[in-house]
């Protein structure tokens, strides 16, 4: 069950992304409530199942239920979020950048755990769906709050494992369906 279970399910020829799974959740210098969060928002944010039941089975061992609630919003609004101000930006008109949001989001500002924490969160899933905009703000935010830059690149490391680990058994369950 868990990072062992994924780890198993990933085939011969993904044997970095297996050890890099291992490595980067196993060692990390993160807080477990920044790691686990990180990890959990990461595999809603990835959208393969087993991945997701597996992190989150892992993540309820090393997190609060309002961690794992928190964790989840950061991969809610950030997939609205990500889709809005990344499509935004990629318009290229400085028109839109004035018209406002009017998207509830007022989970961002009352997260129910820690702030910096949250942010990581939001960071590491604006990472996998490629939100520029979104990872700038996270990260000046963090920066802010006296989260240094290990902690965004490991935040960043997981985003990548975690995604990596449900791209590539997409991938497999695909072939063989």
Known sequence: MGLDAIKAALPAYARDTK??????????????QQLWGTALACAFAARNAFVLREIAAEA???LKPEAIEAAKGAASIMAMNNVYYRSKHLIGDDAYQSLPARLRMQIIGNPGVDKADFELWSLAVSA????????E???KTLIGTGIGREAVHE????AAVVHAAAVTLDAESALTA
């Open 19 to 32: 050890l890099n799974l291992g490595t980067v959740l196993g060692t990390s210098p993160l807080t477990a």
């Open 60 to 62: 309820a061992d090393h």
């Open 137 to 139: 703000s996270h990260e």
């Open 155 to 158: 935040a960043l490391r997981i």
């Open 128 to 135: 996998i769906t490629g939100c520029g905009v979104c990872l």
